[in-house]
């Protein structure tokens, strides 16, 4: 954030006077221009659409889609609940609520899907499928995800450990003898979790295999990986959209248990059986 900031302040004098209005209203609100598009930008700061797409590439980047880009990357764990829910009001306006997240939601699988590392997606599963142990760790909302996860990897592991999160000693406290041939996964969206990057720092330097699933290459996550999954989430909500990373989950439960796929009809049949007995399920009768 502090480079792209100081190079649109050290080329203020440089710039046109429509411009220089346009660095103003980034600096001061770029928590907005994030999401603007060019046309929303110009129409802000009283400028043309084309004087914005010049400001872009007078920075050095090849139109204004990058320099959103940019922002949007530098930006995305410095916005405070309050900004989150500013954004969110400002971007939604009078449209129709529903249409606009289920319409995000999909274009952002849709994202996930262009972007996704195939290299590192099979790498997580073979480093998963060969681990002595399993740790799964998620803080905030991304426990959802880390508790779907562990759900099914308790049914096809016997060696899975989804770690409390309820205090920072206790998370210590459950991965102390993580070591070589274990592997960690940790998952954290905007704004990060400090908890979940001590414990990756942890992990690695006890020689666990690390699996981060996060939103970005320059996600903090990412330096403590070996294998690093990309799902696309919207930081911009006050709610966290986590139905990219979530179907990426599910693909990860899917290779990995066509990894085990003998073991695993074993262990459901045995599962049936005492589903069965015990009337875990409800019974629909035919009419």
Do not use: C
Request: proline residues 1%; hydrophobic residues 45%; charged residues 25%.
């Amino acid at each position: 954030m502090n480079d792209l900031m100081a190079k649109i302040q050290n080329n203020l004098s440089k710039f046109s006077k429509g411009q220089r209005l346009i660095a103003r209203f980034i600096i001061e609100h770029y928590d907005k221009a994030a999401f603007m598009t060019a046309s929303r930008l110009g129409v802000t700061v009283g400028v043309s659409e084309s004087t914005v797409v010049r400001f872009a590439t007078e920075l050095g980047y090849d139109g204004y889609p990058q320099l959103q880009k940019a922002l949007q990357e530098m930006i995305r764990n410095k916005l405070t609940a309050v900004q989150r829910m500013e954004v969110t009001t400002d971007r939604m306006g009078n449209k129709d609520v529903l249409q606009m997240v289920l319409s995000s939601d999909v274009e952002k699988i849709r994202m996930t899907l262009d972007e996704l590392d195939r290299e590192a997606f099979h790498g997580a599963v073979e480093a998963i499928l060969g681990a002595k142990h399993i740790y799964i760790l998620g803080v905030r909302s991304a426990s959802a995800l880390a508790n779907f996860l562990g759900f099914y990897f308790k049914l096809l592991f016997d060696n899975v450990i989804l770690v409390d999160t309820a205090g920072v000693s206790e998370v210590f406290e459950q991965i102390l003898r993580i070591g070589e041939g274990d592997v960690l996964i940790g998952i954290s969206f905007p704004r990060y979790s400090k908890r979940t990057l001590t414990a990756m720092k942890y992990a690695k330097s006890r020689g666990a295999d690390v699996v981060a699933l996060t939103d970005s290459r320059l996600s903090p996550l990412a330096r403590f990986a070996e294998h690093t999954l990309i799902a696309k989430s919207d930081m911009a909500s006050f709610v966290d959209s986590l139905v990219a990373p979530l179907s990426v989950i599910n693909a990860l439960i899917v290779a990995v248990g066509m990894g085990k796929k003998e073991e695993i009809e074993q262990t459901f049949n045995t599962l049936e059986s005492i589903w069965e007995e015990y009337q875990v399920y409800e019974k629909l009768d035919d009419e």
